[in-house]
Structures are given as C-alpha cells and as structure tokens.
C-alpha cells in the first residue's frame, strides 16, 4: 500500500468522524520510510488524540511490591528465577512501606498508584494481603489504586474490585504469533482470559506492550488491533531495555523512528485510550520523547519502573509542561 500525505490525511478525517483503519491500512501507515511524511503522521495521531481525549495528562506511578521470585520465563524480564539477575529479591512488602511510597508518589504529583507483584498468580494469602492494602491506600490518599497482580479469576476481579480497585494491569506485550517467542511457561490465552475477566466485572484495564524484542511490525499491529478488541483505559508502551542475565540481554536496539511511527499508528488504531509512556523511554527515545507525547502518546509511567530507575518526577513534569499537557 502507498502512503502518501493525503492518504494520512483521509485516515485520520475517517478516525475523528468515528471510523476505523484496517488492518492493511495500519500496516502501510508503519512501513513509512520518509521523514516528512512521518512528522506528518505524528501530527495527524496527535490531533487525534486532543480529539478524543482531554489535555490532561495521565500520570501514574507504581511500586514493585513484590520481586523476582517468579517461576514464569518471560524472556524480556529480569524478575524470572529462570534467568540470573541482579535484581532484588523480597516477598510482598509490608503495608507501611506501600502506604509510604504510595504517599511520596501523591505528593510528587502522581494520580495513580500500581501495586505490581512478580508472578503468574498471587497465593490466596498473598491476594488477601493486597485486599486489605488497597482498603487502606484508599482510606488514607486520593490516589486511584491500581493494580498489576498476575493472572486473575473472575472471583477475584469483584474482590478487587469491591475493596476500590480502580483498574487492573495485564500487558499483551506483543501479538498472540510472537508471544511463544518470548514465553514458553503459560499461553497468549492466559492473558486474554484475564482482559476478559476485567471486562465482564467492569473494572478498567491497562493493557500495552513492549517494542523491540525482535518483533516485526506485523506482530505490532496485530497486538493493537488484540487490543482494539477490548478498547483498555490505559495502553502503556514499553521499549525493551535489555536486562543483564535475560535471554533478551543482547536483543538490537529498535530505532526511533520505528518506535515514534508505532506510537502514532496505535493511536488511529486506539483514539480513546490513554497511551503511556512506560519503561524503557528514556534510554531508548531519550530527548526525542517530545515528539511521542506530540505524536499519539499521552501519559506517562513516572518515578521508576519494575527493576529500572526513571527520570526525576520533576523532569517528566516539565516534559509534559513543554508539550502542552496540563499536569
Ligand atoms: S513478566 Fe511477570 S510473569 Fe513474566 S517473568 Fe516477569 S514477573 Fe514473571
């Protein structure tokens, strides 16, 4: 398919009437070469995102509440007990310690905060544990609790959600293909039952991914339009920030541009959701992270990632400031 101006143009008029890109049409968007007609679709993801969504952007924050230790061999992740780490290694941490961080977080500026535990499911005591965390995060901030709490049932997505979950964490991370590239310890099925378990209770969903762990841009959009399916509140978007010790460690680096392209082709695919900014944007996008918030992204994941440091709130802030986003 050849794209040119007027064909980013007619795609994004049929988006903010309410239309649909297909399939092909993402595709051919993603396989845009030339820079001119790159910052062109940036702009046209960006009109659309101010279309559907307000200027206001979305910013969370998360505590790994529970470390390594997990029996699942995710091969972008440093907390897999397959792999050798540096990574610290607990069991889930006591509530003052998530009541204070969930505190620091409020102040710095965070809206949001996402208790993420290791692992495929959580021990009966463990969820139980997290019940009544939440209970008390509630009670005692402003903070929307989220959380990102492995694999659940229906059972416990009405727990979660009578104790005032806001909204729950399950990353396709890539298209149901590539998945057994990554993973060999549980299915793409696995994940989805999760989104629908979250669905069928109504408690809000993020749902994103991870770029540049050898996926084509095929698997890219395939994973959006997955999604598509269940329209998630939040899609956060990783970059693949190469673990030591995982068997991703040495994977290429995926360029910029690539990155910057998929960003703003998810939001013709996604116009509603939130799309965040998550791990790995700053060592990959770097300076250029401007041009993602300017170009389909419109949140961003703050103050630290899972087993990675992040900017100072300060500094994503002020990016979010210079990009025209009230915070
Ligand atoms: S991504 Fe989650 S399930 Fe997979 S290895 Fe890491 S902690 Fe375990």
Known sequence: MIITQSTISELKDRVLKGGEITFEEALGLLEIQDSELLDILRNAAHEITLAFNSNKAGLCSLINAKSYLCGEDCGFCAQSVRFETSVARYELLEPEIIIGAAKKAERQGAQNFCLVTSGGALSDDEFNRILVI?????????????????????????????????????????????????????????????????????????????????????????????????????????????????????????????ILKTIAVYRFILPKSNIKLAGGREISLGSEQNKALQGGANGLIVGGYLTTAANPVHEDLELLRRTGYEV
């Open 134 to 258: 939440v209970k008390q995060l509630k009670k005692e901030t402003k903070l929307g609790i989220d959380g990102s709490l492995g694999f659940l049932t229906p059972e416990r997505v009405v727990q979660l959600k009578e104790a005032g979950l806001r909204r729950f964490n399950s990353n396709l991370q890539s298209s149901r293909e590539f998945y057994p590239e990554i993973v060999s310890t549980h299915s793409y099925d696995k994940r989805i039952e999760t989104l629908e378990y979250l669905r069928e209770e109504g408690l809000e969903m993020c749902s994103g991914g991870i770029l540049g762990m050898g996926e084509s841009r095929e698997d890219r959009v395939k994973m959006a339009f997955e999604l598509k399916r269940f329209s998630p509140e939040c899609l956060p978007i990783n970059v693949l920030n190469p673990r030591p010790g995982t068997p991703l460690e040495h994977a290429p680096k995926i360029e910029n541009n690539e």
